[in-house]
């Protein structure tokens, strides 16, 4: 093993972890942006808030959820934190869904 492998390979190991932390955290941004849909739906069809809460904690793995109604759409956003190395960073996803299943 030369000096300057040994140098290298700690700089490789930590791109290494920042890409993998990253795929991670696209992965868990999917799965909030899916679960904030399903929350609308279920709000837009009309189902209790615990229901829709349920759905959205299902997909999302324990996101924060609040919910705006303005007459026509029923709109919810979730709020997560990442996780691993990137846990500093917040996700947030919405979705909208015409209220009362119109």
């Known amino acids: 093993m030369t000096a300057e492998f040994?140098?290298?390979l700690p700089a490789i190991a930590l791109v290494l972890a920042a890409c993998l932390a990253s795929v991670q955290l696209v992965?868990?941004?999917?799965r909030l942006t899916d679960a904030a849909a399903d929350?609308?739906?279920?709000?837009?069809?009309?189902?209790?808030?615990?229901?829709?809460g349920a759905?959205?904690?299902?997909?999302?793995g324990g996101a924060t959820l609040a919910v705006a109604e303005d007459g026509v759409f029923v709109c919810v956003t979730l709020r997560a934190p990442g996780r691993g190395l990137l846990a500093p960073i917040e996700l947030r996803a919405e979705s909208c869904a015409v209220a009362g299943g119109h």
């Not at 992965?27 to 999917?30: A, D, N, T």
């Not at 739906?41 to 229901?51: I, L, P, Q, V, Y």
């Open 27 to 30: 992965g868990q941004q999917v």
């Open 6 to 8: 040994a140098v290298a």
């Open 39 to 52: 929350a609308a739906r279920a709000f837009g069809r009309g189902e209790s808030a615990a229901e829709a």
């Open 55 to 60: 759905i959205a904690d299902r997909v999302s």
